[in-house]
């Protein structure tokens, strides 16, 4: 038990969720993945696919609510576009008294007189405006942290999530988590913090909304070294980044699989989640993305809802 290290692709779209009978096998809701360390879970992004998540996390609570005592998760935010933080609202541990949630994400480019912190992208995201419970009203224990480069997140049995302060260097054990990161900027406007989680010796690395390079990202692929999973932004085809005629994505901040690919590669990782799909591709498109990207690095997988991948 001690060892397990699971992760759930619980929402793998890009931009807009997209249900409908053509994205039955690969599914519609917007970028969230879950993983399951020693006591802790763990959400990689607050997308859509966070919302049925949470009724599961909340439903299993309750019926061992003696023995849990306390509904505790970690959310980590890559970056504040809508598809990466709208399930935060509908996420029902929020509203728990029971439940401890521990925000961490980027800096925001808030009006001047605002602070530009991730708390203030929060109450944006519940104000009155938009939702009608405010995020402060919500009944859960709730920390906010806004990364600065260098900062990790250390995650020990039975305890809350704790920040250490631009340290960059705590070591992973099979008794904690170590979350490290940094903000890649090739994604407008900016930018999208890429997160690397370690424990017992496994490292998983979450790479979204982020526009590689031809010769590959030099930083990432060092970040990524020898990881045993790379979950990589693989929105679009190379016909749509390329351009057809007058359209192309060049610029959009995304990837394509043969970039996640060359990643992969020459980072020497495990295994490659092809993410952050596009709300235009169906299942067929999907398969093919897939297919063609084996070609390039074998142990690839176009991600999927549902999908659990232990390491
Ligand atoms: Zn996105
Ligand atoms: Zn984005």
């Known amino acids: 038990m001690a060892h397990d290290f699971t992760i759930t692709f619980r929402g793998v779209r890009g931009s807009i969720p997209v249900p409908g009978p053509s994205t039955v096998k690969i599914g519609g809701n917007s970028s969230c993945v879950q993983v399951n360390a020693l006591d802790h879970t763990i959400f990689l992004d607050a997308g859509t696919g966070i919302v049925e ?14 023995k849990l005592k306390k509904l505790r998760t970690t959310i980590l935010i890559s970056h504040t ?10 996420f029902t541990p ?3 008294a029971d439940a401890s949630l521990s925000i961490y994400g980027p800096s925001a480019y808030a009006p001047i007189g605002q602070p530009n912190d991730m708390k203030y992208v929060l109450d944006m995201l519940m104000d009155q405006m938009f939702f009608p419970v405010d995020f402060e009203e919500t009944n859960a224990i709730k920390h906010v942290g806004t990364l600065k480069p260098l900062d990790q997140i250390i995650l020990a049995s039975g305890e809350e999530a704790e ?9 992973t054990s099979k008794d904690k988590v170590v979350v490290s990161q940094y903000r890649a900027y090739n994604h407008p406007k900016s930018g999208s913090i890429i997160y690397k989680l370690e424990h017992a010796g496994k490292t998983i690395v979450y790479a979204t909304d982020i526009e590689s390079y031809a010769e590959g990202d030099r930083r990432l692929i060092h970040f990524a070294k020898g990881a045993d999973l790379l979950i990589h932004d693989a929105q679009y085809t190379m016909e749509q980044y390329t351009g057809t005629g007058t359209m192309t994505t060049q610029g959009y901040g995304h990837s394509t699989p043969e970039m996640a690919c060359r990643v992969a590669q020459e980072a020497g990782v495990k295994q490659l989640a092809l993410y952050h799909h596009d ?9 093919k993305k897939e297919e063609g990207a084996k070609k390039l690095f074998a142990n690839t997988i176009a991600a999927y809802e549902g999908l659990t991948i232990n390491i």
């Not at 998540?53 to 061992?64: P, R």
């Not at 576009?81 to 509908?90: Q, V």
Request: proline share 4%; glycine share 8%.
């Open 81 to 90: 576009h809508h598809d990466h933080i709208m399930g935060l609202p509908f």
């Open 279 to 287: 709300p235009n591709h169906d299942d067929d498109a999907i398969a």
């Open 53 to 66: 998540a949470g009724k599961q996390l909340v439903k299993t609570f309750i019926a061992n609510k003696e």
């Open 163 to 171: 920040r250490v302060n631009g340290a960059g260097s705590a070591h």
């Open 94 to 96: 929020i509203f728990l």
